[in-house]
């Protein structure tokens, strides 16, 4: 009889067949047989718990080898579905491009993209926009792709309110007349409407583009306390002030309300309302010209009228005592004189009125002769 490998060892090769021996398949491979599958059980927890839903496919054929449950249950699929079932049946890329395409030619590659993916609600087949997370593996040297097909039907619909408040917002600012400008902490340009775009191109005050610092009216604004321009533009108080800006010799007067805008009690942006005076300021002045020409008119006005009231009681009474025929000739023109006279007195006193309501309600501004009609009107009223 020939001698076996084992030789007396009998007890080895007992615990061998049972799998207690050092070297027994079970001892050795089941262990680690378990182990790794596990694994996988942890890893297909965790794609089943995921709100993603998640395709793995055959690249670059396109072929669905597995799916976790939300993508099945989206989608419709069923188990028996997955030899069969192609990726690019449900799933549409933005770019138009075929999935199945991609896949052959970037089948390497790791990137995100859009599209839209089929999905069945209440028995009807409907798309949602999904963003796609697509990358590549290799496995037993075969190539598979794993598809993220991300929901973001909720975030399209965010994103379009904001374009369309963001529309809206441009609409009416550029719809305000005076000139808008938004300044951040750091008083650079955020925002602004077709009218600040207008006043900066007429100061050729560089290139105007959101990010940029401005630096129009950015100089002091008066002599007295305002020495830090920035700390006035960011503080939390609403203000006006006037700004005149120079060109050549070209000056422009501009009146400008600093609102904040607050975020916690922190001023985080600043918008300037920025309107044009210069038309009005001169205006004012050649009205304050005028009226102080006209004060001192009405000055000359009462003393001219005392002059020549004075000499022509001299001339009546020297008349009346001289002459009583000649007197009877003269005393109606010197009736008449004084006649005028007397409503030369009246008219100053009008005049007086007129000026002291201007005075009041005017300051010094000249009103033109349609408005002085309608105080003199207002002052007979009362």
């Not at 006193?349 to 005075?359: P, Q, Y």
Request: proline residues 3%; aromatic residues 6%.
């Amino acid at each position: 009889m020939k001698e076996n490998n084992y030789g007396n060892n009998l007890e080895e090769v007992r615990k061998g067949i049972i799998g207690l021996g050092e070297a027994s398949i079970r001892k050795n491979y089941y262990p680690a047989l378990l182990d790794k599958q596990k694994e996988l059980e942890r890893f297909r927890a965790v794609i089943e718990q995921t709100p993603d839903l998640v395709f793995i496919v055959s690249c670059p054929g396109g072929e669905i080898i597995d799916a976790n449950h939300m993508a099945m249950a989206s989608t419709g699929l069923s188990s028996k579905d997955l030899t069969i079932a192609k990726i690019g049946a449900i799933l549409e890329l933005d770019d138009k491009i075929p999935i199945e395409i991609r896949l052959n030619a970037e089948c390497r590659e790791s990137e995100i993209l859009r599209g839209t993916l089929k999905i069945q609600a209440d028995g009807n087949i409907d798309k949602i926009p999904v963003e796609v997370s697509l990358g590549t593996s290799k496995y037993g040297g075969r190539i598979f792709a794993a598809a993220v097909c991300r929901d973001v039907t909720v975030q399209r619909k965010m994103e379009r309110a904001i374009l369309e408040s963001e529309l809206q917002l441009r609409i009416t600012i550029d719809a305000i007349q005076d000139a808008v400008v938004v300044l951040d902490h750091d008083l650079r340009i955020v925002l602004f409407n077709d009218s600040f775009a207008d006043l900066y191109l007429k100061w050729d005050a560089g290139n105007l583009k959101p990010g940029i610092r401005l630096n129009l009216f950015l100089e002091p604004i008066t002599e007295q306390d305002i020495s830090n321009v920035r700390e006035l533009l960011l503080s939390d108080d609403i203000l006006n002030f006037a700004r005149k800006v120079n060109a050549g010799d070209e000056t422009a007067v501009y009146d400008i309300k600093k609102i904040p805008i607050l975020d916690s009690g922190r001023v985080v942006q600043t918008v300037l309302v920025i309107k044009d005076v210069t038309a009005e300021q001169l205006t004012d002045q050649i009205k304050k010209e005028a009226f102080e020409q006209i004060d001192r008119n009405m000055e000359q006005f009462a003393i001219l009228n005392d002059n020549i009231r004075n000499p022509l009681q001299a001339i009546s009474g020297i008349v009346d005592l001289k002459d009583p025929e000649l007197s009877e000739k003269i005393m109606p023109y010197i009736y008449e004189i004084d006649s005028i006279v007397k409503k030369l007195d009246i008219g100053w006193l009008e005049s007086e009125k007129v000026r002291k309501m201007i005075a009041k309600h005017y300051a010094v501004s000249l009103i033109d002769k349609k408005d002085i009609r309608e105080v003199i009107n207002y002052l007979d009223l009362h």
